[in-house]
């Protein structure tokens, strides 16, 4: 198949005068459909047979489908027979989809705001990746129907009454995201995320992403909601750690699976925009740690991945060794911009020598990559800078999430900080004419940094 790039014309989100709605042609001997329409009213075929398609990927697409019926029977079987990978992302005007194929070998769908039924029967899916399509409505369902599922990714509200997972006895990863750290009281997104996690009782893997405030003196440490992680060998941990200490929380995690085997942690935010944080900060109030002694007694491997070099890194590694006895390699990678001094070195070969028979290895990372939590698995483009790591910004995630709603009064807004967050606005939204109607915004976070105050005018 040859490819070809349809390009839209913006239409300018929240303007009065509707686009016209094309319909899409079924395309009888395309492999792989790849549509990323800036929200162009599209209609999908009302009959026909994607009779080749293995690959679709519909992103920024406006659907208008509310109301008239099952949006999934498309993708089923008898319209896609031979579908084996399909993501919907940034999507509107779907309330309920149905998806019944017994060729789907991969699925996403992500922020799809307003979905309020999802069903999904696919004795064949391997992996699913679920993202921010529930936070936005009050009654909703999810169904899956998964028997062979061995990936399930996970950003999404969770509970007993609106979720029903069915197989999922193969399952060998799952990843879990974002949890917040320290938040509200009354923070209900950490009692779903704990309802998640204890839902399972082993995978291999569990990789899950945990995110810190900046200031948490407004907020109380959520972590003792999780009170049941499965058992697996290997535990990814990926921080946004905004400068704090990350002891309290991953070893508390590491104690309710003490026979973990393996521990990855990956700090995301570089060394540069986040100093440590004041000398009182409650992240570094922990239990007396001698009573925490051998509390991970299967850990064999632990590696470290953008190791910032800062106090809070030093302890860290210190206290690693004492509570895993067992504990015999420890692999860090140095940030790319931390200080990779022989003094930074000395100091952790000084940590390991004390505990006879564990090895150390340091690397640095001199790609100038910082490691990404990633959230697709589809191949990126060629042309593909919405998705190249190396721009990708909050930003621009957040303006895409927050135009996808243009008849949204109010909107609560709380800033994240970091060298990747808010970075470089991309050049095209000075010129594009998007029209909110916001009558009331709440901004938490704001640091005074020049890409805030760029991206709040
Ligand atoms: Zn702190």
Redesign the pocket.
């Known amino acids: 198949m040859s490819r070809r790039r349809l390009m839209a014309p913006h239409r300018g989100l929240g303007l009065a005068s509707p686009s016209p709605t094309f319909e899409l042609p079924c395309f009888a001997t395309a492999a792989k459909l790849w549509l990323r329409l800036e929200f162009l009213n599209l209609e999908l075929p009302r009959s026909g047979v994607f009779a080749r398609l293995t690959e679709m990927f519909l992103e920024h697409v406006d659907f208008n489908h509310r109301g008239r019926g099952d949006f999934g029977h498309t993708f089923s079987t008898p319209r896609c027979p031979l579908l084996r990978r399909l993501r919907i992302a940034m999507c509107t005007g779907i309330d309920t989809m149905g998806i019944y194929s017994d060729s789907l070998h991969h699925f996403e769908l992500e922020f799809v705001p307003g979905l309020m039924e999802l069903t999904l029967m696919a004795p064949g899916l391997r992996t699913l990746e679920l993202l921010s399509c529930f936070y936005y409505i009050q009654e909703w369902n999810c169904s899956i129907h998964a028997p062979d599922l061995e990936s399930l990714r996970w950003g999404d509200r969770f509970n007993i009454g609106s979720v029903l997972f069915v197989g999922f006895a193969r399952l060998q990863q799952l990843a879990a995201f974002t949890i917040p750290v320290f938040g509200r009281p009354d923070n209900t997104i950490i009692q779903e995320f704990a309802l998640l996690l204890g839902r399972f009782s082993a995978v291999y893997r569990l990789d899950l992403l945990l995110s810190?405030e900046r200031d948490?003196d407004k907020y109380e440490y959520l972590m003792e909601y999780i009170t049941k992680l499965p058992n697996m060998n290997t535990m990814s941990l990926w921080l946004y750690a905004r400068?704090?200490?990350v002891g309290t929380s991953v070893f508390y995690l590491l104690s309710l699976c003490p026979s973990v085997k393996r521990l990855q942690l990956t700090l995301l935010d570089g060394t540069v925009a986040n100093s440590?944080?004041?000398s009182n900060?409650?992240?570094?109030e922990h239990p007396d740690w001698n009573e925490w002694e051998a509390i991970v007694h299967g850990l064999e491997e632990a590696e470290i991945r953008s190791f910032r070099g800062t106090e809070h890194d030093f302890n860290f590694v210190a206290l690693l060794f004492l509570v895993s006895p067992a504990l015999k390699k420890m692999t860090i990678t140095l940030d790319c911009m931390a200080d990779a001094s022989e003094e930074s070195c000395q100091k952790l070969r000084e940590i390991v020598a004390v505990h006879p028979g564990a090895c150390l290895e340091i690397h640095q990372n001199t790609s100038g990559v910082f490691y990404e939590f990633r959230q697709s698995n589809f191949t990126k483009t060629p042309d593909d800078h919405y998705y190249d790591s190396r721009n990708l910004d909050d930003k621009q995630y957040m303006m895409d999430y927050i135009t996808i709603l243009p008849h949204a009064e109010k909107l609560f807004l709380r800033l994240s900080s970091g060298p990747h967050a808010y970075g470089a606005c991309p050049d095209d939204w000075k010129t594009k004419h998007i029209s909110l109607d916001f009558q009331e915004v709440e901004v938490h976070g704001i640091e005074g940094v020049k890409h805030e105050v760029v991206f709040l005018r």
């Open positions: 810190y948490l400068g704090h200490s440590p944080c004041h900060c409650e992240c570094d």
